[in-house]
């Protein structure tokens, strides 16, 4: 069944003013969402190469041991930090505020001074992720950026957060969307989960394991107050969008909001079970993380029962492909963090791959897969032409899909009994190692997938970018299966 | 939605909430917990109250000098991100049944260090207790040739060697006395009037990893017998 609404061109709306105040507010946001594009597609490159480096390194230590600037725990540490405020957090910018634009309805302004804070930011990432190589690096995890680079990030966050607070301030219409909830929550939470984790980790430092506490308070809410509302914001743009009928319960999205706000932020605890702070703060992080059930739950059936009849469009549609991969995402990789904050679960995974598996599973097969998606979304719009080539589409969606399963099986399966292992005293801790070197070489086998598909998006990407005028003249939007189908179910 | 001050409220208060339930409580009970003998004993005054044993150590103690340096080495390389620094209470995990520390590690142990380095992975062992397990010049020999190449001690690790912390140079007259002693016939070792001396800062790396013991007791947390 097909509601009446459904369109495959991206410019049909209902009517042509809707259509032209749309295509306003995507020019006054056209510049700093390509800057911010091509930064997160340019850092993500980057931190696939460091991935690779380190994924090899694990397993081969001498694979280019000799140089210092290049060993594990900082080309680790580059590598988490160009992905998370690199990659993760570009993207962020370039969709997250042009999804708010388009909901508020007001054109962005003085958009030279957000293209400038974008410089900026990136500037400041660049000396940070060369000072980490280089030596100066915190050791403090997800907060490794030395100190001489972190107040120009926090000051250039604060220019772009503000920028789509604005938009809020000046939307029109009454009604505010779940989207915007969401990522009006996550601006303003992330500046104060870094300056606050700053000022108390590296800048006056409180005092003993509180810096540890405080620490994996910051971390942990970076995924699951940054990165996880944005991905849910543009997850709930863009399935009514693609699909052309509304989310299924307007009373889930409520529940799943506020249960979030109000149990994420405490979860982050259980990354210290069993350390030397007080029970009482792990029992807490114990029962939020629990509690993490509720909303993964909440918006798992709003998202599946509003794509519910419709599973063709999505496989058909490169934007929902993506999203809808990350939505699944979501509810495994949560429901698989909530029984990892157990304590006899918790007990054999923590410390291990299992849990790099896990941050990974979250980041990407959720966070990331989303953000693919909405580029694959926003840019025919920002640019007024066509993705140039489908096959490059699936090269990246396979490559990804492909790659991040091997990962999460591989890491996971090897740090599950890894775990095992370390709980029995008898087996020597040597042997523990060696025997986690198969799942290490299944984790570089898996990069090569990503890498793969990582170099299909680039390529689509600066090949519509370069030649947007030739590819104006194309008929219809590029789907993922050939015309004469798509005309057959149309 | 349409109750704006209630959305903003609502994420004001959802952070607000995380950030004094976790960090400020956290910080109200442990801040101002301070060094402490092993053992406490009823105070003159107040038989209720237990205070500290004059004339007895104080712990834990502060590290000095060269260890502090090699701190500094510890984290410029990240050598927390595969080796933590805490040991888990006897039943939960085999820590203490592996040798890593003769007891758990409490919130206390961790006050006199200005970067506190916990550390979540364990790809390599838990260093808490490193230098109560390879101690005195035995312990400082089989750490400098470790951190050269960990395979000359410990075959088949997959630690990266950090040989880039050290310098071969050629022999002039006699061998130096801090140069590395090679397992004889060992592949790793070099050139035939070569030697192989620790730069300072994997002086100052050994000197931290063998200042890193666990060897007092605290009245919260007692060294069983």
Request: net charge positive; glycine share 10%.
């Given at each position: 069944?097909?509601?009446?609404?459904?369109?495959?061109?991206?410019?049909?709306?209902?009517s042509?003013?809707?259509?032209?105040?749309?295509?306003?507010i995507?020019?006054?946001?056209?510049?700093?969402?390509?800057?911010?594009v091509i930064?997160?597609?340019g850092?993500?490159?980057?931190?696939?190469?460091?991935?690779?480096l380190a994924?090899?390194?694990?397993?081969?230590?001498?694979?280019?041991?000799a140089?210092?600037f290049l060993?594990?725990?900082?080309?680790?540490s580059?590598h988490?930090?160009?992905?998370?405020?690199?990659?993760?957090?570009n993207?962020?910018?370039?969709?997250?505020?042009w999804?708010?634009?388009?909901?508020?309805?007001?054109?962005?302004?003085h958009?030279?001074?957000?293209l400038?804070a974008?410089?900026f930011?990136?500037?400041g990432?660049t000396?940070g992720?060369?000072?980490?190589?280089?030596?100066?690096?915190?050791?403090v995890?997800?907060l490794?950026i030395?100190?001489y680079?972190?107040?120009?990030?926090a000051?250039?966050?604060?220019l772009?957060?503000v920028?789509?607070?604005i938009?809020?301030r000046?939307?029109?219409?009454?009604?505010?969307?779940?989207s915007?909830?969401?990522?009006?929550?996550?601006l303003?939470?992330?500046?104060w989960?870094?300056?606050?984790?700053?000022?108390m980790?590296i800048?006056?430092?409180?005092?003993?394991?509180?810096q540890?506490?405080?620490?994996?308070?910051f971390?942990?809410?970076?995924?699951g107050?940054?990165?996880?509302?944005?991905?849910?914001?543009?997850?709930y743009?863009?399935?009514?969008?693609v699909?052309?009928?509304?989310?299924?319960s307007?009373?889930?999205?409520?529940?799943?909001?506020?249960?979030l706000?109000?149990?994420?932020?405490?979860?982050?605890?259980?990354?210290l079970?069993?350390?030397?702070?007080?029970?009482?703060l792990?029992?807490a992080?114990?029962?939020?993380?629990?509690m993490?059930?509720?909303?993964?739950?909440?918006?798992?059936?709003n998202?599946?029962?509003?794509i519910l009849?419709?599973?063709k469009?999505?496989?058909r549609s490169?934007?929902l492909?993506?999203?809808v991969?990350?939505?699944?995402?979501?509810t495994?990789?949560s429901?698989?963090?909530?029984?990892?904050?157990?304590?006899?679960?918790?007990?054999?995974t923590h410390f291990t791959?299992?849990?790099?598996?896990?941050?990974?599973?979250?980041v990407?097969?959720?966070?990331?897969?989303?953000?693919f998606?909405?580029?694959?979304?926003?840019m025919?719009r920002?640019?007024?032409?066509?993705?140039p080539?489908?096959g490059?589409?699936?090269?990246h969606?396979w490559?990804?899909?492909?790659?991040?399963?091997i990962?999460?099986?591989?890491l996971?399966v090897?740090?599950?009994?890894?775990?095992?292992e370390m709980?029995?005293?008898?087996?020597?801790?040597?042997?523990i190692?060696?025997?986690?070197?198969?799942?290490l070489?299944?984790?570089?086998v898996?990069?090569?997938f990503l890498?793969?598909?990582h170099?299909a998006?680039?390529l689509n990407l600066?090949w519509?970018?370069?030649a947007?005028g030739?590819?104006?003249a194309?008929?219809?939007p590029?789907?993922?299966?050939n015309?004469?189908?798509v005309?057959?179910?149309? | 939605?349409?109750?704006l001050?209630?959305?903003?409220c609502?994420?004001?208060f959802?952070?607000a909430?995380?950030f004094v339930g976790?960090?400020?409580?956290?910080h109200?009970?442990?801040?101002?917990?301070?060094?402490?003998?092993?053992?406490?004993?009823?105070?003159d005054?107040?038989?209720?109250?237990?205070?500290?044993?004059?004339?007895?150590?104080l712990?834990?103690?502060?590290?000095?000098?060269?260890?502090?340096?090699?701190?500094?080495?510890?984290?410029?390389l990240?050598c927390?991100?595969?080796?933590s620094?805490?040991?888990?209470?006897?039943?939960?995990?085999?820590?203490?049944?592996?040798?890593w520390?003769?007891?758990q590690?409490?919130?206390?142990d961790?006050?006199?260090?200005d970067?506190?380095?916990?550390?979540?992975?364990?790809t390599g062992p838990?260093?808490?207790?490193?230098?109560?397990?390879?101690?005195?010049?035995?312990?400082?020999d089989?750490n400098?040739?470790?951190?050269?190449n960990?395979?000359i001690?410990?075959k088949?690790s997959?630690?990266p060697?950090?040989?880039?912390?050290?310098?071969?140079?050629k022999?002039?007259n006699?061998v130096?006395?801090d140069?590395?002693?090679?397992p004889p016939g060992s592949?790793?070792?070099?050139?035939?009037?070569?030697?192989v001396i620790?730069?300072?800062r994997a002086?100052a790396?050994?000197?931290?990893?063998?200042?890193?013991k666990?060897?007092?007791?605290l009245?919260?947390?007692?060294?069983?017998e």
């Open positions: 069944m097909m509601p009446k609404s459904y369109n495959y061109n991206p410019y049909s709306s209902p042509d003013a809707v259509k032209a105040e749309l295509s306003e995507d020019a006054s946001i056209r510049s700093a969402a390509i800057f911010f930064s997160a597609i850092w993500l490159m980057l931190g696939t190469i460091f991935a690779l994924a090899v390194k694990s397993h081969s230590p001498d694979f280019a041991g140089y210092e060993t594990f725990g900082r080309v680790r580059a988490l930090n160009s992905m998370a405020l690199g990659w993760a957090s993207i962020i910018f370039a969709v997250g505020l999804i708010m634009a388009r909901l508020c309805r007001a054109p962005i302004q958009k030279g001074i957000l400038i974008g410089i930011w990136n500037i990432l000396v992720v060369f000072g980490i190589l280089g030596g100066d690096m915190t050791s995890e997800w490794e030395p100190r680079a972190t107040p120009l990030l000051f250039s966050y604060t772009i957060g920028w789509g607070v938009a809020f000046f939307r029109k219409g009454d009604h505010v969307y779940v915007q909830w969401y990522i009006l929550a996550a303003f939470w992330f500046p989960l870094y300056v606050v984790a700053q000022v980790i800048w006056f430092p409180v005092r003993g394991v509180v540890s506490v405080t620490n994996w308070w971390a942990h809410n970076v995924l107050l940054w990165f996880t509302p944005m991905a849910l914001a543009t997850a743009y863009l399935i009514p969008k699909l052309g009928r509304p989310i299924y307007y009373y889930l999205s409520v529940l799943g909001f506020w249960s706000a109000i149990f994420y932020n405490w979860a982050g605890i259980h990354h079970i069993g350390g030397p702070i007080p029970v009482w792990i029992s992080g114990i029962v939020a993380s629990v993490m059930v509720i909303p993964v739950i909440v918006v798992g059936i998202h599946h029962m509003s009849g419709m599973h469009q999505v496989w490169p934007t492909r993506f999203v991969f990350g939505a699944i995402s979501y495994l990789v429901l698989i963090g909530s029984s990892m904050a157990l304590r006899t679960v918790n007990e054999i791959h299992f849990t790099v598996g896990h941050a990974h599973h979250g990407y097969a959720f966070f990331t897969m989303i953000m998606g909405g580029v694959y979304y926003m025919p920002l640019l007024k032409c066509e993705w080539s489908a490059l589409i699936k090269i969606f490559g990804c899909a492909i790659g991040i399963t990962m999460v099986v591989a996971q090897g740090g599950w009994i890894q775990g095992m709980k029995n005293a008898e087996i020597p801790f040597l042997e190692v060696q025997n986690t070197i198969p799942w070489k299944a984790r570089s898996s990069g090569i890498t793969a598909g170099c998006f680039a600066f519509m970018l370069f947007a030739a590819l104006r194309k008929e219809g590029t789907l993922l299966v015309k004469e189908k005309n057959s179910i149309v | 939605m349409k109750n001050p209630l959305l903003f609502g994420i004001f959802a952070l909430f995380s976790l960090i400020l409580t956290s109200i009970q442990l801040g101002s917990l301070t060094q402490t003998t092993e053992t406490l004993v009823p105070s005054d107040d038989p209720t109250k237990m205070v500290v044993v004059e004339g007895d150590p712990y834990p103690s502060q590290s000095v000098g060269l260890a502090q340096q090699g701190k500094l080495e510890y984290i410029s990240g927390m991100y595969c080796h620094q805490q040991i888990r209470r006897a039943d939960f995990g085999a820590d203490i049944d592996r040798g520390g003769p007891r590690s409490v919130a206390r961790y006050i006199m260090q970067r506190v380095l916990l550390g979540t992975m364990r838990d260093l808490t207790h490193l230098g109560g397990r390879y101690a005195g010049d035995a312990g400082r089989w400098h040739l470790h951190l050269y960990p395979q001690v410990s088949g997959t630690m060697p950090f040989a880039f912390l050290y310098e071969t140079r022999i002039e006699n130096s006395k140069a590395l002693v090679f592949e790793y070792g070099p050139e035939e009037g070569y030697e620790p730069t300072r002086v790396l050994v000197e931290y990893l063998l200042s890193l666990i060897n007092y007791s009245p919260e947390a007692v060294i069983p």
